[in-house]
């Protein structure tokens, strides 16, 4: 949500500093859950850390872990402020608890890669905090002056008299001490375990398969559930074949859920045989009759049917969100009513599914008096409130634990497995259920990135100027099939708005609207969420600026910059890594594009071979500038990541809907990169910040636009509507 996060450093280290200050120790954990987790002789401070008697550290990290590398992130913060022995530290995946809310969002909620810069300044905070506790408990034990002590590795020594004292030793003793009113932090250039390399610590369970996904959850006497859903939750439809379903070899139970049924069975592959014995026929449903041609119309229409509402730009310094500035229309209007010439162009992304590795899965057991859930998800919080609204019991009764969670990108965010889970439970009561959404089922019912039709135009002066920049996007709001309201009040949807004109282009006048169609189809946040389609439509936009006025790309980038302090320097870097303006043999293209959040600047280049229809990359460069690197090895794998996946969704990325359904099934249906697709990716890391930023946000969406002006580079067509692989081969 690259529009939400646009507020300034000053205004973001405010509201940190504010909610740091009542976050972690002093807050006890809830009642009966906290004491389930206490080891009976560690020391406990706060809600999240223990240190037991030989000097372990145990810290529960309150975000979900993804593979984007909170859990280690997370645990550097505590120990550089702790000066425990880094080996000494372990970690532990963590439930749904206010106790564990991030200060940023005030939501126990790992989405919009918040995680890093949301729990940088408490964690840290609670690890000093700790420290000082420790210390104190040592100079009495010692009778020594606290400034007298050093702590380091996990030892608090008094070099006057020689004599040491570990954690554990002083653990206990500790924790019962007032936590300090002040708690002064380290200064960046002290930092010895931020920032440096190490191997993370959930590699070695995730390699030797010890580490617990949501599809690994088991318990004796567990059963299995699969679900048979229409392709909308709200449709209404028939069902055959439930008695040959309940008759199959270990079938308990066939329970109706929200949208379906879900079948139960001993086994996996006996729960999904029954089910396949189940045909669902819907009677109707909100995207009755839909398909690819019936979106692309709507689309279009709405441009010209539906009333646009304006999006703003936020006062730098003004808080969060930043106060909302409004485009000055007429002189929008003005500028192109003056204009030489206007350029126009019209641009088109589809829908897209979130293809996680892991398919959707999440287990509950529904008792008397309590509900217990445990799977791998994003927004535990929310999956809490859901199971208390569905099973009636008290919120606080309500049990909800995280595993690791096996790809996400969003879709995990999403509460609607859990729901089903939950409904499944209640089916078989006093029963773990696991339900599993079989492959086909997780791809055609998945809650898809929004498609969009956007239309941008420049108003362009003599000597080739950009005197103004409009952009109008239509699609669905996210917000609004959540039933999450309107955000910004009458304004438009940061979610399709949000960057659709660049703020960072300084010189000319801009202007963005947004048609909000309701389409019926279900959709949900996605990697980067509106950067993902706004920075295709801006960044090729600015190139076609740049061949209309004949200008070079890079430097037309570079003027609209006026100098920014942090996105120059990475545009300047990846077009050096890329060979931007070196020479090329014929058929081959090198492009550039941007994108970037108030806390995260990305530039990447790619290059391009094009023979007739034939597509292939050749090489890919990325210059970013996230801030401050907790771990740099997991900041370039972000960023790797992120590109492959803007790879798959620019070259074949893509969900077709016919007569009311989506036809996606497999991987078959949505193909994904290979090894051979990926060509060699050079990261450049470039810290602009002692602040951390959201480093999982801004690679993914500077692919497409990077490809498509390449392709125009190497002699190719302009590619306006992706994905690519609709014009050529790949």
Known sequence: ?????????????????????????????????????????????????TIDGAGLVRLIVPSSELGQGTQEALARMVAEELECDWAALEVELPWAD??????????????????????????????????????????????????????????????????????????RAASSLPVPAEVPLKPVSEFRIIGSASVRKDLLPKVNGSAEFGIDVREEGMLVGVPVLAPHPHATFDLAGLDDARARPGVRAVVPVTGGVVV???????????????????????????????????????????????????????????????????AVEAAFAQADRVLEAEYEVPFLAHATLEPICCAARMDATSLFVRGPLQDPESARALGARLSGVPFEDVRVELTYVGGGFGRKWGTDFVGIAIEAAKGVPGQLVKTIWPREQDMAFDQYRPAFIARSRAA????????????????????????????????????????????????????????????????????????????????????EIALETRQDPLQLRLRLLDGHPRITPVLTRAAEMIGLDAPRPEGTGRGIALAYTEANFCAVGIEVALSGENLSLTRIACACDCGLMIDPVSVEGQISGGIVFGLQAALWGEVHFADGAPTAQNFSDYRLPMMMDVPPIEVALMPGSDQPGNVGEASTPAVAPALANAIVDAGGPRIRALPISRTLSI
């Open 460 to 543: 362009l002066a003599k000597d080739g100027r950009v005197a103004a920049l409009k952009s109008a996007v239509a699609g669905q709001s996210i917000m609004a099939y959540h039933g999450r309201g309107d955000i910004l009040g009458d304004m438009a949807d940061p979610m399709s708005a949000g960057k659709l004109v660049y703020d960072a282009y300084a010189e000319p006048l801009r202007y963005a609207e947004s048609h909000r169609v309701d389409m019926g189809v279900p959709v949900g946040f996605w990697r980067s969420v509106s950067l993902s389609q706004n920075t295709f439509f801006m960044e090729s936009f600015i190139d």
């Open 98 to 171: 206010p106790a564990f809310a991030n200060p940023f969002s005030r939501k126990q909620m790992t989405a919009n890669s918040t995680s890093v810069m949301g729990y940088y300044t408490a964690m840290r905070t609670l690890g000093a905090a700790t420290r000082m506790m420790l210390t104190r408990a040592a100079a009495q034990r010692l009778g020594a002056d606290e400034g007298e002590l050093v702590v380091s590795a996990g030892t608090i020594s008094h070099s006057a008299s020689g004599r040491s004292l570990g954690f554990g030793e002083v653990a």
């Open 1 to 49: 949500m690259p529009a939400i996060l646009n507020l300034s450093r000053r205004g973001f280290a405010g509201a940190l500093g504010l909610a740091a200050a009542s976050f972690v120790l002093g807050i006890p954990r809830e009642g009966r859950a906290a004491e389930a987790e206490d080891a009976p002789d560690a020391a406990r401070f706060g809600a999240m850390l």
């Open 264 to 330: 139960v069975a001993d086994r996996f592959w006996r729960a999904k045989s029954a089910a396949e014995a189940i045909t669902l026929t819907v009677t109707s449903s909100p995207i009755a009759g839909l398909d690819d041609d019936t979106i692309r119309s709507r689309l279009r229409e709405a441009f010209t049917t539906i009333e646009p509402r304006v999006f703003p730009e936020f006062e730098k310094g003004s808080g969060f969100p930043g106060r909302p500035i409004m485009p000055d229309k007429p």
